[in-house]
Protein backbone atom coordinates (compact mmCIF):
# COMPACT_ATOMS: atom_id res chain seq x y z
CA UNK A 1 0.00 0.00 0.00
CA UNK A 2 2.72 2.63 0.84
CA UNK A 3 4.40 1.77 -2.45
CA UNK A 4 1.25 2.50 -4.47
CA UNK A 5 0.73 5.78 -2.17
CA UNK A 6 4.81 6.89 -3.12
CA UNK A 7 3.89 6.42 -6.98
CA UNK A 8 0.71 8.81 -6.51
CA UNK A 9 2.86 11.39 -5.62
CA UNK A 10 3.64 14.59 -7.45
CA UNK A 11 7.04 16.41 -8.71
CA UNK A 12 8.80 17.82 -6.08
CA UNK A 13 7.04 15.78 -2.99
CA UNK A 14 5.62 19.08 -2.37
CA UNK A 15 2.49 19.56 -4.08
CA UNK A 16 3.00 22.91 -5.92
CA UNK A 17 6.08 23.83 -4.37
CA UNK A 18 6.45 26.41 -7.17
CA UNK A 19 3.70 28.47 -5.57
CA UNK A 20 5.14 29.13 -2.01
CA UNK A 21 7.48 31.32 -1.11
CA UNK A 22 11.14 30.20 -0.11
CA UNK A 23 12.51 30.09 3.26
CA UNK A 24 15.76 31.98 2.23
CA UNK A 25 15.78 34.04 -0.79
CA UNK A 26 18.56 35.85 -2.97
CA UNK A 27 17.80 38.71 -1.51
CA UNK A 28 18.82 37.41 1.76
CA UNK A 29 21.75 36.01 0.38
CA UNK A 30 22.95 39.53 -0.65
CA UNK A 31 21.65 41.05 2.78
CA UNK A 32 24.34 38.49 4.38
CA UNK A 33 27.07 40.07 2.08
CA UNK A 34 26.26 43.14 2.71
CA UNK A 35 26.37 43.11 6.14
CA UNK A 36 30.07 41.15 5.73
CA UNK A 37 31.52 44.21 3.86
CA UNK A 38 31.87 41.81 0.44
CA UNK A 39 29.01 43.66 -1.26
CA UNK A 40 30.67 44.78 -4.79
CA UNK A 41 30.99 47.76 -5.37
CA UNK A 42 29.83 48.35 -9.13
CA UNK A 43 26.30 47.63 -10.96
CA UNK A 44 26.52 44.45 -13.23
CA UNK A 45 24.72 44.74 -16.31
CA UNK A 46 20.62 44.28 -16.79
CA UNK A 47 21.60 41.59 -19.98
CA UNK A 48 24.01 38.99 -18.93
CA UNK A 49 25.52 36.23 -21.38
CA UNK A 50 25.33 32.52 -19.38
CA UNK A 51 28.58 30.59 -20.83
CA UNK A 52 28.49 26.85 -19.94
CA UNK A 53 31.73 26.29 -21.66
CA UNK A 54 35.00 28.57 -20.76
CA UNK A 55 36.02 28.18 -24.14
CA UNK A 56 33.24 30.47 -25.48
CA UNK A 57 33.74 32.91 -22.74
CA UNK A 58 37.39 33.24 -23.30
CA UNK A 59 36.27 33.60 -27.01
CA UNK A 60 34.42 36.39 -25.78
CA UNK A 61 36.77 38.42 -24.04
CA UNK A 62 39.24 37.97 -26.75
CA UNK A 63 37.30 39.55 -29.53
CA UNK A 64 35.65 42.63 -26.88
CA UNK A 65 36.52 44.75 -25.09
CA UNK A 66 35.86 43.63 -21.43
CA UNK A 67 36.53 44.30 -17.22
CA UNK A 68 36.70 41.58 -15.10
CA UNK A 69 34.86 42.20 -11.93
CA UNK A 70 36.00 40.07 -8.80
CA UNK A 71 32.69 39.44 -8.27
CA UNK A 72 31.04 37.05 -5.43
CA UNK A 73 30.20 33.81 -7.40
CA UNK A 74 34.06 33.84 -9.22
CA UNK A 75 34.58 35.29 -12.97
CA UNK A 76 32.59 38.03 -14.25
CA UNK A 77 33.15 40.17 -17.45
CA UNK A 78 31.41 43.31 -18.24
CA UNK A 79 31.81 43.93 -22.17
CA UNK A 80 32.09 47.53 -22.70
CA UNK A 81 32.11 47.79 -26.53
CA UNK A 82 28.26 47.07 -26.72
CA UNK A 83 24.82 49.73 -25.69
CA UNK A 84 24.48 48.60 -23.78
CA UNK A 85 26.77 46.60 -22.04
CA UNK A 86 26.86 43.09 -21.57
CA UNK A 87 27.90 40.96 -18.58
CA UNK A 88 28.99 37.34 -19.13
CA UNK A 89 29.44 34.49 -16.72
CA UNK A 90 30.67 31.09 -16.95
CA UNK A 91 29.24 28.59 -15.34
CA UNK A 92 31.72 25.27 -15.22
CA UNK A 93 29.50 23.02 -12.65
CA UNK A 94 26.97 20.89 -14.87
CA UNK A 95 23.31 20.52 -14.29
CA UNK A 96 20.66 22.90 -13.85
CA UNK A 97 21.23 23.15 -10.26
CA UNK A 98 24.33 24.63 -10.62
CA UNK A 99 23.06 27.19 -13.28
CA UNK A 100 19.85 27.98 -11.04
CA UNK A 101 21.58 29.22 -8.00
CA UNK A 102 24.29 31.96 -10.37
CA UNK A 103 20.56 32.81 -12.30
CA UNK A 104 19.05 33.77 -9.05
CA UNK A 105 21.97 35.16 -7.39
CA UNK A 106 22.26 37.50 -10.60
CA UNK A 107 18.69 38.67 -10.57
CA UNK A 108 19.04 39.91 -7.06
CA UNK A 109 22.42 41.66 -8.38
CA UNK A 110 19.77 43.39 -10.94
CA UNK A 111 20.01 41.32 -14.03
CA UNK A 112 17.19 40.88 -16.01
CA UNK A 113 17.65 39.65 -19.73
CA UNK A 114 19.79 36.42 -20.15
CA UNK A 115 21.02 34.52 -23.05
CA UNK A 116 22.61 30.71 -22.42
CA UNK A 117 25.43 29.24 -24.58
CA UNK A 118 26.76 26.22 -24.42
CA UNK A 119 28.26 23.12 -26.20
CA UNK A 120 26.45 19.59 -26.34
CA UNK A 121 25.79 16.31 -27.78
CA UNK A 122 23.18 15.68 -30.56
CA UNK A 123 20.56 12.64 -31.56
CA UNK A 124 20.10 14.59 -34.86
CA UNK A 125 22.10 12.14 -37.46
CA UNK A 126 22.37 15.15 -39.77
CA UNK A 127 24.22 17.92 -36.92
CA UNK A 128 27.81 17.67 -37.17
CA UNK A 129 29.80 19.13 -34.47
CA UNK A 130 30.14 23.01 -34.65
CA UNK A 131 26.92 23.40 -36.23
CA UNK A 132 25.03 26.10 -34.15
CA UNK A 133 20.92 25.17 -32.96
CA UNK A 134 18.45 27.77 -31.65
CA UNK A 135 16.67 25.91 -29.46
CA UNK A 136 12.72 25.89 -29.79
CA UNK A 137 11.90 24.15 -26.96
CA UNK A 138 13.50 21.60 -24.02
CA UNK A 139 12.54 18.42 -22.69
CA UNK A 140 12.21 18.72 -19.06
CA UNK A 141 13.96 15.65 -17.43
CA UNK A 142 16.01 17.08 -14.63
CA UNK A 143 14.70 18.15 -11.59
CA UNK A 144 15.11 21.88 -10.76
CA UNK A 145 12.89 23.88 -13.09
CA UNK A 146 9.44 22.02 -11.24
CA UNK A 147 10.72 24.17 -7.93
CA UNK A 148 10.19 27.51 -9.93
CA UNK A 149 7.64 26.42 -12.55
CA UNK A 150 4.57 23.62 -12.86
CA UNK A 151 5.67 20.20 -14.27
CA UNK A 152 5.06 20.36 -17.93
CA UNK A 153 7.23 17.66 -20.63
CA UNK A 154 8.52 21.06 -22.43
CA UNK A 155 9.79 24.33 -21.42
CA UNK A 156 10.07 27.04 -24.26
CA UNK A 157 11.92 30.32 -24.50
CA UNK A 158 11.27 33.79 -24.45
CA UNK A 159 9.30 34.61 -28.07
CA UNK A 160 10.46 37.88 -28.05
CA UNK A 161 14.27 36.89 -27.26
CA UNK A 162 13.66 34.00 -29.51
CA UNK A 163 12.41 35.73 -32.34
CA UNK A 164 15.33 38.64 -31.94
CA UNK A 165 18.49 35.70 -32.22
CA UNK A 166 16.97 34.29 -35.16
CA UNK A 167 16.62 37.46 -37.11
CA UNK A 168 19.96 38.33 -36.18
CA UNK A 169 21.08 34.88 -37.26
CA UNK A 170 19.07 35.69 -40.57
CA UNK A 171 19.95 38.81 -41.25
CA UNK A 172 24.06 37.89 -40.91
CA UNK A 173 23.69 34.97 -43.39
CA UNK A 174 24.58 32.50 -40.33
CA UNK A 175 23.64 28.71 -40.73
CA UNK A 176 21.55 26.94 -38.24
CA UNK A 177 19.30 24.34 -37.16
CA UNK A 178 16.39 25.15 -34.99
CA UNK A 179 15.07 22.21 -32.14
CA UNK A 180 15.03 21.16 -28.75
CA UNK A 181 17.29 20.04 -26.46
CA UNK A 182 17.22 17.84 -23.65
CA UNK A 183 17.80 18.84 -19.97
CA UNK A 184 19.01 16.33 -17.27
CA UNK A 185 21.00 16.65 -14.35
CA UNK A 186 22.69 13.58 -13.90
CA UNK A 187 25.23 13.50 -16.94
CA UNK A 188 25.80 9.42 -17.09
CA UNK A 189 22.25 8.82 -16.93
CA UNK A 190 21.31 9.58 -20.09
CA UNK A 191 19.96 5.87 -21.25
CA UNK A 192 20.41 4.35 -24.92
CA UNK A 193 16.31 3.59 -24.64
CA UNK A 194 15.70 7.75 -23.89
CA UNK A 195 18.03 8.25 -26.40
CA UNK A 196 16.43 6.46 -29.19
CA UNK A 197 13.08 7.42 -28.09
CA UNK A 198 14.12 11.40 -28.24
Same mark, same amino acid.
Given at each position: $???????? $???????????????????????????????????????????????? $???????????????? $????????????????????????????????? *????????????????? *????????????????????????????????????????????????????????????????????????????
Amino acid at each position: $MVLREQNK $MPFPNFKNKHLHDSMISPSDFIGLKKISGRYPKFRIPECVIICFDPFL $MDYAIKKHKTKRLDFI $MGKFFVINDTKPKIGIKSISAIGAPAAAVVLED *LIAFGAKRFIAIGAAGT *LNKHLKVGDLVLCDKAIRDEGTSSHYVKHSKYSYPSKKIFSKIKKLLDESNQKYFVGPSWTIDAFYRETIEEAKKY
